[in-house]
């Protein structure tokens, strides 16, 4: 026999969370705000106003802006108009890692025809299901199959987006990257590859200090500057993304997921998946059982 290829796994890790396509009148506003989710706008028609982090942006049609997750932001309408929007979170922290490296949120619509085209597309395939399939936050809904198999398409195309619009991101910062020293390059690379190949995510950045035989605060600067987030941060998702893998992909119990994460104890486990992605271990677990 010979393989003609072989993928062994093949996972998106994407969650989309709080779609919104909205009519919004003038003067309508939300308070300054930040969340661990990250988050996409883009205007039909009217305009807004976005604060991000102090700095002001006026989205008008054909506009978008992208808030990466931890970002102070806060918005006023400042004419009346139509808004879709919608929160994601990325579980594989080399694509993450794109995103959080994101230094300027408004995105162009000469530099970027493919999301107005999307956004339109999206709509006209499914803005028609929203009324079906509408239900207010924190609320346990029913779907039927046929619900279930149109969300399923949906999150098809919304993977499909972020993907195109991960790679538009990370052909920006490969130019960024020819400003950046050689040396700070190899350097972030090297810890990334470090994080990426470890069991032990309780390493600490000492340890990498010590085996790149470079200064710690110089291996923070450089990882931030090249993956835009730190490298323990880094960890952190790789740490979640493992630990979703083994209560979906296994009947591990949470005692030895705790074990295999050095985490001290199952309550330990429970505690810092909590805090992590929003639920429990267990509930996380029973999406298994769809």
Sequence with gaps: MQY??????????????SIHHIHAEKSWSFPNHRHTIMEFTYCLKGSSEQKVNGKRYILTKGDA?????????????????????FHFDI???TIYSIFQSVNEPFIFLQNTPFIGHWVETFLSDFGGDFAQLHHLPHT????????NLKMLQMHSSFVDFIST??????????????????SHLYIAHQVAFELNNTSQYNLQIGELAHKLNVHRSHI???FKEVYGVTPKHYLLQLRT?????????????????????????????TKFFI???????????AKRGG
């Design 220 to 222: 923070t600067n450089c």
């Design 241 to 269: 993304q493992k630990a979703k893998q083994y209560l979906l992909e296994t009947n591990l119990t949470m005692e030895e997921i705790a074990d295999q994460l050095t985490l001290s104890s199952a309550a330990h486990f």
């Design 65 to 85: 802006i992208f808030i990466k997750s931890g970002v102070y932001h806060e918005l006023k309408i400042q004419e009346d108009g139509e808004f879709f929007s």
């Design 91 to 93: 579980e594989i922290p």
């Design 165 to 182: 619009l991960a790679k538009h991101f990370y052909g920006q910062q490969e130019q960024q990257e020819k400003s950046v020293q050689a």
């Design 140 to 147: 346990t809904v029913q779907y039927t199959v046929d619900q």
């Design 4 to 17: 003609l290829f072989q993928l062994s796994r093949v996972y998106s890790g994407i969650q989309i969370i």
């Design 275 to 285: 805090n992590q992605t929003g639920v429990s271990p267990s509930q996380f677990r």
